[in-house]
């Protein structure tokens, strides 16, 4: 497989309307896909990459060789959307009463689970990478047409 024009994904809850719009919308920054948590490829990736998956949004960067979850996901996302540092700040520090909030609004019946760091990329989930951006390629193309 050639390599994606992303060079991070976002893994999010896509049964959550909240959480669907906001990974559209970060698919303004160009070099950002997103998947939803439910997809195979998801999966996958968070398996090889946590021995397990997480239900957590999770930012994946190839380029950086770092994996970020929940309020760290966040703080990162916050971060690359040029939103000031004191945005940023209250995301990662508010960042469990957040996810409360859209979930109960959602009516997700979970809560995030208890993973909040950033880690290196294991060469396991590095090697379905791919496979994890093309989804995300797959998706934006699903969207545009729509």
């Known amino acids: 497989m050639t390599q994606s024009q992303y060079d991070a994904v976002l893994v999010y809850d896509g049964e959550c309307p909240y959480c669907s719009v906001a990974a559209r919308a970060l698919r303004r920054l160009r070099a950002i896909g997103a998947v939803s948590w439910y997809d195979e490829e998801a999966q996958a990736l968070l398996e090889a990459q946590f021995g397990e998956t997480p239900f957590s949004m999770v930012l994946v960067d190839r380029r950086r060789n770092r994996v970020y979850a929940g309020r760290s996901a966040a703080e990162e996302l916050a971060e690359r959307a040029g939103t000031p540092g004191i945005v940023s700040s209250l995301v990662r520090d508010r960042y469990d009463d957040l996810a409360r909030a859209v979930g109960a609004a959602s009516g997700r019946g979970r809560d ?33 047409r729509t």
């Open 112 to 144: 995030p689970d208890d993973y909040h760091d950033v880690y290196p990329l294991a060469e396991d989930a590095a090697a379905l990478f791919d496979d994890l951006a093309a989804r995300a390629v797959d998706e934006a193309e699903a969207v545009t």
